[in-house]
Nanobody, 115 residues
Framework: QVQLVESGGGVVQPGGSLRLSCAASGSRFSINRMGWYRQAPGNQRELVADITSGGAINYVDSVKGRFTISRDNAEKKVYLQMNSLKFEDTAVYYC?????????WGQGTQVTVSS
């Protein structure tokens, strides 16, 4: 059983930055893909970025050049550095981790971009 603890959400002005962190624990299995999803009110949950254990990275087009995903395999942590935040980035952000047993979701952390 994997447990995920997220942190780093908050309220920021347009153009500002936030850094999300997600720490995984309790897994007896190797962690494969780690990623971040987000869901805004009335919208479906969408993939923001993910990173494999080998370091391959994927971003949704709307965040390319502004967000950076990284991971610390030894610490079982994944980060999302979000720069140049826009109103449309407002959403609940969820950490997602895959092991050989399947996916696990974090509880979500609110990111609000507001002037």
């Amino acid at each position: 059983q994997v447990q995920l603890v997220e942190s780093g959400g908050g309220v920021v002005q347009p153009g500002g930055s936030l850094r999300l962190s997600c720490a995984a624990s309790g897994s007896r299995f190797s962690i494969n893909r780690m990623g971040w999803y987000r869901q805004a009110p009335g919208n479906q949950r969408e993939l923001v970025a993910d990173i494999t254990s080998g370091g391959a990275i994927n971003y949704v087009d709307s965040v390319k050049g502004r967000f950076t995903i990284s991971r610390d395999n030894a610490e079982k942590k994944v980060y999302l550095q979000m720069n140049s935040l826009k109103f449309e980035d407002t959403a609940v952000y969820y950490c997602n981790v895959w092991t050989s047993r399947g996916p696990t979701w974090g509880q979500g952390t609110q990111v609000t971009v507001s002037s």
